[in-house]
């Protein structure tokens, strides 16, 4: 078997009752917010966010990381907003540039499907 194999049989772990109900509600989010990904993509997400949730829940081990995240998120606009507006429709962009957009859009959206789906709890 290859390493590679093997690591991801390890990194495999059955959801608890909970975490599939964390699942479900994640999954719903975001075909709310993005009706168009394949289901495939949306599970992933889901479970992976699942996952997050029940390793993340004791409230004891956070203080002022919403006061952090607002500041990095401030930056996040910023930046982007400059990139934004030095683009034309034409412009042509370097291949890993493009590609740490792409990872950078798919990285926020994670996170507020992430948040809508805790929203409720």
Do not use: C, F
């Amino acid at each position: 078997m290859k390493l590679s194999n093997l690591r991801n049989k390890l990194d495999e772990k059955t959801l608890t009752p909970a975490e599939m109900k964390k699942r479900e509600e994640v999954a719903m989010a975001i075909e709310k917010s993005s009706p168009g990904m394949p289901m495939g993509v949306k599970m992933a997400i889901a479970t992976k966010t699942a996952k997050r949730v029940a390793e993340a829940k004791d409230p004891r081990e956070y203080d002022y990381e919403g006061d952090m995240a607002k500041s990095q998120l401030r930056s996040i606009i910023a930046n982007a907003q400059t990139v934004h507006d030095m683009l034309e429709d034409t412009t042509n962009i370097a291949e890993w540039v493009q590609s740490k957009i792409t990872l950078s859009a798919d990285y926020i959206s994670t996170v507020r499907d992430y948040m809508q789906a805790n929203k409720e709890d």
